[in-house]
């Protein structure tokens, strides 16, 4: 028995849904015994796949090959993970990614309409 890679990848749980995986091969985000790799690819029990997330590199060896999504807590057995523990989040980065500061109605720059307003009370 055979699955293509991106169907396994959803049923693993590494991607939530089937079209994020393909995207992930598509930008070559994923290798199968160290070589890129297509979604449309196969995959054997003992393949090791490594898919790069962000900064962190999830390296995974097939036990168990399925086509049909598992429950979350059976899905871990199709896989034995053997990544390197996840690094944790640079503290720029996190600021970063806060939205702004919200800002009060009305305060800031004036609209069009404000400056339309205020050129009206003016006599302008």
Not at 54 to 74: A, I, M, Q, S
Not at 83 to 92: V, W
Request: glycine fraction near 6%; include cysteine.
């Amino acid at each position: 028995m055979s699955v293509r890679v991106d169907k396994w990848l959803q049923v693993a749980r590494v991607f939530k849904t089937r079209s994020q995986a393909t995207k992930a091969c598509t930008l070559s985000r994923v290798r199968v015994n160290g070589e890129r790799t297509k979604a449309h690819r196969n995959l054997v029990i003992g393949d090791h796949v490594e898919v790069e997330i962000g900064d962190w590199t999830r390296v995974l060896e097939v036990r168990e090959l399925h086509d049909k999504p598992l429950p979350k807590k059976e899905a871990s057995r199709v896989y034995e993970d053997l990544s390197p523990p996840r690094p944790k989040p640079d503290a720029m980065e996190r600021l970063m990614r806060k939205t702004p500061v919200l800002r009060e109605r009305g305060a800031g720059r004036p609209t069009k309409r404000d400056r339309r307003r205020i050129e009206k009370l003016r006599g302008g």
